[in-house]
């Protein structure tokens, strides 16, 4: 008994190969082999017959011989016939499950008993780049708790579970199941394999981070308005119940205080959406010169009324990127509107867009100021939720502390870059970097 004849024997009954795909799986060649010789047997068994046996007739050698030879090729053929049926059958439920590997959303991997990939439907390559078929599931998958898992389902039969994170283009989360099948080697025989089936969870473990970032976030940051406007309802419903001017007052602030709530909620919604979809790039083609002259137009009013000049430098041509373009038009608002309150001092501000080459032809849109500028031990935590370097001007100015938490995370889901340079005094410059496309390709509503 060979080793294959001994797995089958002890595997599942569920996984053990159907007796006439095992037929199947023989080679066309050793079956006409089989009947060729079969027929010389007979036929020199019947020679020895007829010459051992006195007074038989000659004719009868004659007679016989072809006859068995006939019966021998009559039931190869029909040998044939019958794999030949088996083969077409098998082929057909093949396609079957090829047609549903390749529909699964989900990416599914199919490994032999040497953890060499058998089958990947096309989600399982979009997340896995390197991984091909023949090759070691290793050299495309470098994450040990999956390896040890298809070695152990290889080992014991069992089914695993595990779970895999992968931070890097954007951070995904899936829930492993590995489950042992029987695949077909490189001899047509069956043997054991093993199926990594991915399940997706990064959206559900979002929408679980951001409810409780949520709740901490709006509990904490709307406490202070919420208790101001309370504290001025109690003092118009009493002291100053008829106080007119007191009344105009109070009454102004806290309007200013429920614009600074609504602002909130809205930034928190937001970032909030853009998080969910962070690990999904943007496919649009959008023209980033129209977006930010929009955005200038738009605060064209807030700049007069903040004495601020605002001046462009940008390219005659287009210049086009793959994007979402109301992201976009977010991200050049909260830069361009941080630029024009916080460095408004310095009287202007310069935004231009330049194409540069960085590991690839990109895009780079920069804000600067000539206003006080941020102090070095700032700058790593300006992108911070509801971080900022000047508490008390950033709630003056109506700011939420969302606006650059907001843009970074716009520009991380364009696969892009945000870099920010300041000097005490000297004002500062926000960047963002994002790659270009081919000069053809722009918006058509662009």
């Known amino acids: 008994m060979d080793m294959s004849a001994a797995m089958n024997e002890r595997a599942p009954a569920a996984l053990r190969p159907e007796p006439e795909a095992v037929d199947a799986q023989l080679p066309d060649r050793v079956s006409r082999r089989g009947a060729f010789i079969g027929g010389i047997v007979a036929s020199a068994a019947l020679i020895a017959a007829t010459l051992l046996i006195d007074g038989q007739p000659l004719w009868l050698f004659a007679v016989a011989v072809p006859a068995v030879l006939a019966g021998v090729a009559i039931a190869a053929s029909r040998a044939r016939s019958r794999r030949r049926q088996v083969l077409v059958a098998a082929d057909r439920r093949v396609a079957v499950a090829e047609a549903l590997l390749a529909n699964v959303p989900d990416p599914v991997i199919l490994v032999d008993r040497r953890s060499v990939v058998r089958e990947a439907n096309a989600a399982a390559l979009a997340l896995f780049p390197g991984l091909r078929k023949r090759h070691p599931l290793s050299f495309g998958l470098r994450a040990p708790e999956i390896l040890d898992g298809v070695e152990d ?233 509801f971080y900022r370097a000047d508490v008390e001007q950033s709630r003056q100015k109506g700011g939420t502390g969302l606006g650059l938490a907001i843009v970074k995370h716009i520009v991380a889901r364009h696969r892009g870059k945000l870099s920010i340079e300041s000097e005490p005094g000297q004002g500062a410059t926000f960047a963002v970097t994002l790659p270009a496309l081919p000069a053809p390709h722009v918006a058509a509503d662009d």
């Open 153 to 385: 389902v290889l080992r014991t039969g069992r089914t695993a579970k595990v779970a895999y994170s992968q931070r890097v283009p954007a951070e995904v989360t899936f829930d492993v199941q590995i489950a042992a099948l029987e695949t077909e080697g490189d001899d047509g025989r069956s043997e054991p394999g093993v199926m990594l089936f991915f399940r997706d969870l990064t959206n559900a473990r979002r929408l679980e981070t951001m409810r409780v970032d949520f709740i901490a976030n709006v509990s904490h940051e709307l406490r202070t308005p919420l208790a101001s406007v309370l504290g001025f309802i109690e003092t118009l419903q009493g002291p100053a119940r008829d106080d007119a001017k007191a009344r105009e007052r109070f009454l102004a602030i806290m309007r200013d205080q429920s614009l600074r709530m609504t602002r909130l909620i809205d930034d928190l919604l937001s970032l909030s959406r853009i998080e969910l979809r962070a690990h999904v790039a943007p496919t649009d083609a959008v023209d980033l010169i129209p977006v930010t002259r929009q955005i200038l137009d738009t605060l064209g009013p807030l700049a007069r009324e903040n004495g601020v000049t605002i001046a462009e430098d940008f390219p005659d041509s287009p210049a086009p990127i793959r994007g979402d373009r109301d992201e976009l038009l977010r991200v050049v608002e909260n830069l361009v509107e941080n630029a024009v309150k916080y460095g408004g001092s310095g009287g202007k501000v310069d935004v231009s867009l330049t194409r540069i080459d960085e590991g690839g032809p990109c895009y780079r849109l920069a804000v600067r100021d000539y206003g006080p500028g941020v102090s070095a031990d700032h700058l790593p935590r300006l992108t911070e939720r």
